[in-house]
């Protein structure tokens, strides 16, 4: 299983970025699959979730800015991103989970400057 993010970057706070996570070895839709954030000095923290079903899960931080989804046809999960603030700098992970299983991505840095 490999889990491939991208579209990391630095942008000002008010804008926004867009991550996408594409995998191989594994089938999105059949899995929950979540962004994860890690600052620096901090703990990795849940972002975002998404499950098989499609019921998505946001922590309160990021409620009503951030936006995940997933693309059956091309198995990618994203997560749109807007209004973005100095707080979200951080490396951002897909992670992929079912039963005893979990997979990381290998992270993509996101900077958010005021």
């Known amino acids: 299983v490999q889990l491939v993010e991208s579209g990391g970057g630095s942008v000002q706070a008010g804008g926004s970025l867009r991550l996408s996570c594409a995998a191989s070895g594994i089938i999105f839709r059949l899995v929950v699959t979540s962004w994860y954030r890690q600052a620096p000095g901090e703990e990795r923290e849940l972002v975002a979730a998404i499950v098989s079903g499609g019921s998505t899960n946001y922590a309160d931080s990021v409620k009503g800015r951030f936006t995940i989804s997933r693309d059956n046809a091309k198995n990618t999960v994203s997560l749109q991103m807007n209004s973005l603030k100095p707080e979200d700098t951080a490396v951002y992970y897909c992670?992929?989970?079912?039963?005893?299983?979990?997979?990381w991505g290998q992270g993509t840095l996101v900077t958010v400057s005021s």
């Open positions: 992670n992929a989970h079912y039963g005893s299983f979990e997979h």
